[in-house]
């Protein structure tokens, strides 16, 4: 079983749309999680943070819910400029490994 | 620019040849990794160093790969007799103390390409 799981999309969407990814991952002593975009033919980049009490960063709202082992984005408004692949990120407590998931790609349409 | 930089950009190479990529981290970090990145497939760790020491490989890491970290700044990593199936993203990031709260910083990857 993969460490990290996550719907690949394709996700399409209007500008201004609502959006949610959802991922799951497998080990509960998983101990930070983080989502990062990725743009075609581009090198991953950090997005947020997820925090045990959820987090906010302008339209995007992460949480994280230990209990059923998912972690979630939201992205409020969107652009076209977020049209991406959004990676999830899981480190386990050891702290030395970080497991990516697949990848959900959205693609936001005028 | 004070980021992670990876050189080359692109390599194509034929089978069997080796080759060997290079990666400079940010430079107060000591924690550096190597991801590789089929298309369609998030990053798969390869290794990771903790300063210049070697700390954890990958499975997916045959014994024609080697890396390296021999000062504890750059790293390179060497692929030999490469097969088309090597043919992917290679990416180096680093990070400052690993583990809760410290993300990793990317570069912008080698992309080979094996004929």
């Known amino acids: 079983r993969k460490e990290v799981e996550q719907d690949p999309g394709p996700f399409n969407v209007p500008e201004g749309a609502t959006v949610a990814f959802n991922c799951t991952y497998s080990?509960?002593?998983?101990?930070?999680f983080f989502w990062y975009r990725q743009d075609c033919r581009k090198e991953p980049k950090l997005l947020m943070s997820?925090?045990?009490s959820g987090n906010e960063d302008g339209r995007f709202t992460a949480q994280l819910n230990r209990a059923s082992q998912y972690i979630s984005l939201l992205i409020r408004d969107s652009k076209l400029s977020d049209s991406a692949t959004y990676l999830c990120?899981?480190?386990?407590?050891?702290?030395?490994?970080?497991?990516f998931g697949t990848g959900t790609s959205l693609t936001v349409i005028p | 620019d004070t980021g992670v930089s990876q050189d080359p950009r692109h390599k194509i190479t034929k089978r069997g040849q080796n080759v060997t990529f290079r990666c400079d981290p940010i430079?107060?970090?000591?924690?550096l990794y190597w991801y590789r990145q089929t298309l369609g497939q998030g990053p798969e760790f390869l290794t990771y160093?903790?300063?210049?020491?070697?700390?954890?490989k990958s499975r997916l890491l045959s014994d024609r790969f080697s890396a390296e970290r021999p000062k504890g700044s750059f790293s390179t990593l060497e692929i030999q007799r490469t097969e088309q199936g090597d043919s992917a993203m290679y990416l180096c990031?680093?990070?400052?103390?690993?583990?809760?709260?410290?993300?990793?910083?990317f570069g912008n990857g080698t992309r080979l390409t094996v004929t």
């Open positions: 990031a680093s990070s400052s103390t690993g583990g809760a709260r410290s993300p990793l910083h």
């Open positions: 080990n509960s002593a998983s101990q930070s």
């Open positions: 997820v925090y045990s």
């Open positions: 990120v899981v480190i386990l407590n050891t702290g030395n490994q970080f497991y």
């Open positions: 430079s107060e970090h000591n924690r």
């Open positions: 160093f903790q300063n210049e020491a070697q700390l954890e």
